[in-house]
Every structure is written in structure tokens, then in C-alpha cells.
């Protein structure tokens, strides 16, 4: 994979390239699903590429091929040229890098068991064992779980004398429990929705989740809802479980926050940000609770990495420091463009793709608060857990969460268990009603392995610290 | 050697390498570039040179499936074997109908295909100028695609299928935007470049963005809307994904379970799945070498069916309708090719019908909060107009929608005579005209 790479960079340079960096990426993924007492999935798959990314009269070009013959290989670096010529035309400005160390390193992250040796049939007996549980549940009539794997090799190489080796590997998992009555699908996930946990571990995470063992409850909680009431329609106190919140941050302070975005460059596609670059230091994002660090150091997320795919060390910043906006998620190229260094947020989700400024692990520091407290601590407000929907307009200030359930709380106590909660607001006023995060205790990383940015589309592999926490006058209950 | 004409081979060459009772093989080569720009200047750009295989191996009634995108002997070798050893380690699945036998196949419409050499940097690099000159010569920003994309897709099965297909689409897009926040919107999808005329999608997202400069909030409540057909293409998405795929009308979560029959819309809405339409983009087969059926899903106001594929169709009893995704598949089957039938209508009818409404060019970032009514929330963008008497008469602030499309759909008032080739995430397409509608749920304003 070193010699592709380099063999790319000779030819890019040969070519013109006045930069050049090469990324040769090996990936396998494995994927088994159930649904309802069958295995309805069962493969794997194995991908190998490279990724040439140049710098020609001043502007970029990318190509990719899967064929790594040394003729594909020139003919790749040839092509990135071209496309930066022709993407010359319309520059008024050539490309500016901000400067990055010269790394000759490798860097790998830890994993116990090899989910890859973990045979197939025992997968499929878990899931199926944690489907059969939930189906004891009559009113469950739809039963789903996934575990998936996934395993990277990459080299990573710069005309700028860059060459670093980095692999990793991650396992996600989770089960569903769906009860479908005329006209309404109420659904309990665990560990989260939208596939489960993800993290950068081993199939030792897998069995920590235990499926099985959480299958009966989140079975009983789907029965529940079809007997819950609607949430009501009003403004009222809500607090978020911890993976809802992560969902949260993602949407209202991790994409806002991308300095890509801040800038324009995706503006057609994802949108903008309310953001501006100028904010840095003065901007007031919520409460003087609120501090957020992006963090690609932390241990096994799937946030994590040594060196983003421009090369950059991998680094902890604040993003966010007593309310007040600190940092940007940035890229070489991003933050020449406001005079600062690259925070190391430059991505690319393979080796057909260029890398992106996206999201590490963007986590909401814990507060003081034990769960039971903050309830308790709550004369009357609905408490909701687990993501269903997201949605958040162009500028990333208007959104609406629905979650899979809610409980009232009255006077300091859970109440009546409420089906399909929704809420809505807009993000600086919604931050500024944060008076409450919970504990260390109840902090936890979640992985967002779906988190989809830039055209050619690139799904990313992004996480989330959060604990539950406290907001004041939410709308809730919209078009309910 | 044509793209499909590759593939077939590389599917034929798999084929005989992979062991098992039963053995299906796709088999895909693409080219695909995009030139991408921002703040008036092209800042990304690339192109991409791919080829794919994806085995299912059948041992008994057992399944499993490995993908590769190395198609030389040893690679393929191993990716056969990885097949055939998670088909030996799945259970048994007694209701596994069998791969599916050959079938005579629709005549595929001839459509012309981009040639990615033909419309290369320099070709699609005049067009992202000629785009942006719009906006840049009025003070306003721009920001798009140009992007052109082939592929050759070949299905080849141990029971006969031998399909092979090359398919392929250029696009653009163009977000013009004013430094007051407001702008425009304009794309266009089709399968011959030299047919997208690029200073004229230009133009329209320019205008559209002049036009709204000045925008107010506007009060949550209930509107009648027009919608152009891009804000109808995002509806039309969410129905597929939802509502009619087999899989959530047998766990009845689909409104086509619970209303199969019932006059539920007006008789003017028709909606079908047709990849054999001549405006249509899709493959002729699906990936599973079915050869598509046209599916009505809704027939003159009637729920009237779902997609199948080999799996879904024998499980409901019903014809397979070639509507297979890649194996291996948990979402079951899927339409990709949505239209509904025109109208008689023009959009300039449609909103001097409405005394006080709301017209949107597109929607952004929607999501499903309940698939059974396909209820959906998401933000208007790029265009969102008041309509009082007739006429567009002020410009709006982007709006939060939340709605029910079943309960939309209900009041439906007319559809558009034209309708356009609108592109879907995911990468399918579909046909749209504009639609009114008696009510639409607005459930808040921009922050």
C-alpha cells in the first residue's frame, strides 16, 4: 500500500502537482441482520482503492481508482491534474494549506477480540436468541437486531514527506421491537436507535451490550406504547437522555461548527451555518453550562484516529467554553482561510472520496447532576429517550427531534409513559435553556455511524459524549 | 467493449468461479465525476473509476453473500468463498423461494447515455462557469453541481439470467444566494449533457433568489401550498421508502396495507413505479435480473399495490415485479423509478387558484416522524413565496413543516401538465409535476 501511494505521488508531481497527497485505503465490513425470527442479511464485503488529491495551477483535483495497476495508477494522478486545470478556471485565488507536521508514523487502535474471527453462526445465534425474546412480547410484531464490522487499513502519504499507517476497527450492534397496531409503528431500540452502539473496539463490546439480556424490557416498553398517551401539545421543561443529547449536539453544534460549512463550501448541498467565522470567542451559543470539546483522541470511539486524512495529529479543542463559542472543526485549507492552525477534522469516509472537514467526537462535558435528582429536581416537564427522527433547516438553527418514548414528570416523578414525543426549537435559544447536565456517571460516547455530508455523498463514522440534560421551555408536541 | 458488456464478462468470469446449490452474481463498472462549486469559484473536483462484485451463494436453503471491488482472479476467487462460507454458517431459510428463473424481459427504451470522456473537466468546468456568471453578475453567490455518471450493470444466476445494462445520468444544480440569506434554487437531470443548458439553470436560481430578498416570517397554521415538482420529488422519496416496498405492507406499516382498495385520494392521482418510462433513467431489471413491471401504487385515488422482489413476492403471493435491491438486502424491495401522471394544469394556474397560500420550490432535510401516515417534518427552501389572490406576492423565510403526505395527499386540488426528472439522494429518480394542495401543516419559523 506505501509503494501505491508513492507511486501516485511521483506520477501526480510528474504531472504538475504542485501538492499532492495519496490515500490507499483497505476496508472490509461484515454485516449479519434478523428481522423477525429470519436472517435476512449475511455478507461481507472488502474494498481497496486509492485516492490521488492534487494541487494544479492553484486549484484542487481529485481522482480514485480501484484498479492499482502502476498504468491506473498514472492515470489516476493524470486525471486529479486535469480536473484541478480545469477547476483553475474559475479561481480568483490559488489554494493556501495551513502548515501540518511532517509525520513518518503509525498509529493503531486497540481491539481485543478480532470481530472478523468471531464465526458467523455465532453472530446469527445472538441475534436470533435476542429476536426470539423480544417476540415473547404478543403485541410485538416486528422484531429486528444488526451487528456489523468493520476493519480499516490506510496509508496515508504527502509530497510534503507525510507517510502514516493507521487501522482500526469497529463493531456496532442493536435490536429493535416494533408493535404495529392500525395506523401507528412504535418502536424500542437498544442500546440506541438507528442500528444500535457503534464504537472502535472489538467483539468484546458486543457481548458488554448484551442484547439478549435487554431484549424482554425494550419487548415490554414497545407493548407499553400502544397504551401511552399522545405527547400534549405545550411548552414545558424536557430533559434528554444521553443519547438523544448526542444526536442533539451533532445537529445543533457539531455541523454548525464545521468551518467548511461556515464558509460556504457545502452551502448547495447540507447547508450553511448560522455560525459565522467571526464568532470566534464572542459568540454566546447557550447557557454558561454549555462546554463542548471535539476530542479525536478518545478511547474507543469511532470518532477516533491518530492523524485526520490530511495528516494532521489528531487533537482535543474546545468547541465550546461557558456558553461562548471557542473552536472551529477545521481543515487545512478552512483554517488558513480565518488565520489559524487545522484543528485535524479533514475526513474522508473512503478512498474514492476527498477528505471533508467533519465531526470527531463532539461531546458535551458532564455537569454535576445524578438522574434521579434532575427528576426530582423537576416539578413538571417530559423526560425522553431514544432518537426517532431529526430534521434541521439550512442555517442550522430551526430543528425537531422525535424521540421512541417519554415519561411526564409531575412533582419531581415519572408519570405516564408518552408514545412518538417530539420536540422543536432553535438553537442558540434552546442552548440558552440549558440549566442541567447529569454526572460523569451517566456520561457515555455514542456512535453515529450515519452521518452523511458532501456531494459525491460520504457517510462518516462521527461520535458524541453526552449525559442526560435539562432544558426550559421547550415546545413539544408539534402536529401532535 | 461497452461498460455492461465489461461487467457482463466480469459477472460471466464469477460465475464459474463460485460453488454452491444455487449462485447469483452482479456485477457493476462505473465512471462517475462531479465538479463541485461554492462562493462563485469550483472547489472541489473529481472523478472516480470503480468496478464492483457482489455473490450470493445458495447451499440449500441457506444464503450468503460477499462484495469485492477487485475483479482479478484471486479476488473474485476469495470473494466466492467468503459467499459460500457464511452460506454454510446461516441457518436454514424454508421460506427462500429460489434465485429466479430467466423471464422475457420488456424492450428496454433506447436512451441516449453521457459520455463521461465527452463531457470531462473542461466540458463540465464551462458549464459550472457559465452557472455561476449568473449569479456572479448580479451580486449574488453561487453554489452546485455539475456532475456526469455510467455505469454497465450485469446479472448473471446459476439458473440461467444473463442480464446486462448500461444506465447513466448528467446532473446540476445551482444555489444562488443573496447576501441578505435569501436565494434560489434551479436543477436539471437528463441523460444527454448537451441538453442542459447551464446559463439558463443559472438564471433561474438567480431570479429566484432576487425575488426573495426581503422575506418575512410566516404565521405557523394551515395553508393550501403549491409545491414545484423538486419539493414534490422529496414527497414522492419518502412514499417509496415508506409506504411501497412489500416488507412494510406485510408488517403493516404502509397506509397501502390499511387502505388496499378504498378510494383514499382524489381520482386524478396516479402514482406508479416505471423504470421502462422513455423519461425515466432507471435499469430495465432489477439486482436480482428481474425485468421491471410498470407498478401502479396508487391508481386513479385507490392504494392499489407494492413493489415486490423474488423473496417479497413469494411470501405475499404476488407477482415479483423486479424490484430487488443489491443482495444482501434487509429493506426488501424498493421503487427507484417514482412518477406521477401529469395533470392539466400549469403551475401559474395552480397559484391563481389559491386565495391565500404558500408556494414551495423545495424542501430541505425532511424526515419521517411516523411512517403509517407518512408523517414528515422538515424546512422549505430556497423559494418559499405567499401567495394572496392569485399571485406570488412576497417572499417568505424559510418554514417548518410538519405533515402527514396520506392526509395531504387527501386534498389534493391539481397536478401539473409537465412534469420534471428530479434526482433523489439515494440515487434514484423520479418524474414530478407541481401539485396544490388544500392544506398544509406550517409548524414554525425560522429562528
Known sequence: MRDIALAALDAATLAGASYADARVVFERSETVSVRTGRVDAIGSSETLGLGVRVIADGAWGFAATADLSPDAIRLAAREAVALARAAARTWSAPVRLSDAPIVTDEWRAPCEIDPFSVPLDEKVALLLAADEAMRAEPLVSVTAGSLDAWSVSKVFASTEGSLIEQSHTEVGAGIEAIAVTDGEVLTRSYPNSHGGQTVQAGWEAVLALDLVGHAPRIAEQAAALTRAIPCPSTTTTVILDGSQMALQVHESIGHPTELDRVLGDEAAFAGTSWVRASGLGTLRYGSERLNVVADATTPGSIGSFGYDDEGVPAQRFDVVRGGVLAGFLSSRESAVAIGRSSTGCARASGWDRIPLVRMTTVSLEPGEWDLDDLIADTREGIYMETNSSWSIDDKRLNFQFACEIGWEIKDGKLGRMIKNPNYTGITPQFWSSLDAVCSPRHWQVWGVPNCGKGEPMQVAHVAHGAAPARFRNVQVGVAR | ?447
Request: aromatic letters at 6%; proline letters at 6%; one cysteine or more.
Open chain 2, 1 to 447: 467493449m461497452s461498460m455492461h458488456e465489461t461487467a457482463a464478462e466480469i459477472a460471466e468470469r464469477t460465475l464459474a468461479l463460485a460453488r454452491g446449490d444455487e449462485v447469483e452474481v452482479l456485477a457493476s463498472v462505473e465512471r462517475s465525476a462531479l465538479t463541485r462549486f461554492a462562493n462563485n469559484r469550483i472547489h472541489q473536483n473529481v472523478a472516480e473509476r470503480s468496478a464492483g462484485v457482489s455473490v450470493r451463494v445458495v447451499v440449500g436453503t441457506r444464503q450468503g453473500c460477499a462484495a469485492t471491488d477487485r475483479v482479478d482472479e484471486e479476488s473474485l476467487e476469495r470473494c466466492c468463498e467468503r459467499a459460500r462460507e457464511a452460506a454454510l454458517r446461516a441457518p436454514e431459510d424454508p421460506s427462500f423461494p429460489g434465485l429466479p428463473e430467466p423471464s422475457e424481459a420488456a424492450a428496454a427504451p433506447a436512451r441516449p447515455l453521457p459520455d463521461p470522456d465527452a463531457f470531462g473537466p473542461d466540458a463540465r468546468a464551462e458549464a459550472a462557469a457559465a452557472i455561476i456568471a449568473q449569479s456572479a453578475e448580479r451580486g449574488l453567490t453561487a453554489a452546485g453541481t455539475v456532475s456526469v455518471r455510467a455505469a454497465g450493470i450485469a446479472v448473471a444466476n446459476s439458473r440461467g439470467v444473463r442480464l446486462a445494462a448500461t444506465t447513466g445520468a448528467a446532473r446540476a444544480t445551482v444555489l444562488s444566494m443573496h447576501a441578505s440569506g435569501a436565494s434560489g434554487w434551479a436543477s436539471w437531470l437528463g441523460t444527454d449533457p448537451a441538453e442542459l443548458a447551464a446559463d439558463s439553470l443559472g438564471d433561474r436560481a438567480a431570479l429566484l433568489a432576487e425575488r426573495s430578498v426581503g422575506a418575512e416570517p410566516l404565521e405557523p397554521g394551515s395553508y393550501p401550498v403549491v409545491l414545484a415538482p423538486d419539493a414534490v420529488a422529496d414527497l414522492l422519496d419518502f412514499l417509496g421508502y415508506t409506504s411501497f416496498g412489500a416488507r412494510a405492507y406485510f408488517e403493516r406499516s404502509s397506509f397501502v396495507a390499511l387502505h388496499e382498495g378504498e378510494r383514499l385520494f382524489p381520482e386524478t392521482l396516479t402514482i406508479v413505479d416505471d423504470a421502462l418510462s422513455p423519461e425515466a433513467v432507471g435499469l430495465p431489471f432489477d439486482f436480482e435480473g428481474v425485468p421491471k413491471h410498470r407498478v401502479a401504487l396508487v391508481e386513479r385515488g385507490v392504494p392499489a399495490g407494492v413493489v415486490t422482489d423474488s423473496y417479497w413476492a413469494a411470501k405475499l403471493a404476488r407477482t415479483n415485479t423486479g424490484h430487488a435491491l443489491p443482495a444482501p438486502n434487509p429493506w426488501g424491495p424498493m421503487p427507484l423509478d417514482l412518477a406521477i401522471e401529469p395533470g392539466d394544469a400549469t403551475v401559474d394556474e395552480m397559484i391563481a387558484a389559491v386565495e391565500r397560500g404558500v408556494y414551495v420550490t423545495r424542501f430541505h432535510y425532511v424526515n419521517v416522524e411516523d411512517p403509517a401516515t407518512v408523517l414528515l417534518t422538515g424546512m422549505t427552501r430556497d423559494g418559499t413565496f405567499l401567495i394572496e389572490d392569485g399571485r406570488l406576492s412576497r417572499p417568505l423565510a424559510n418554514a417548518r413543516f410538519t405533515q402527514s403526505v396520506v392526509e395531504a395527499l387527501k386534498g389534493l386540488q391539481a397536478i401539473g401538465r409537465t412534469r420534471e426528472l428530479v434526482g433523489t439522494e439515494d440515487g434514484g429518480a423520479c418524474l414530478a409535476p407541481a401539485l396544490a394542495l388544500a392544506s398544509w401543516q406550517f409548524t414554525g419559523q425560522t429562528g
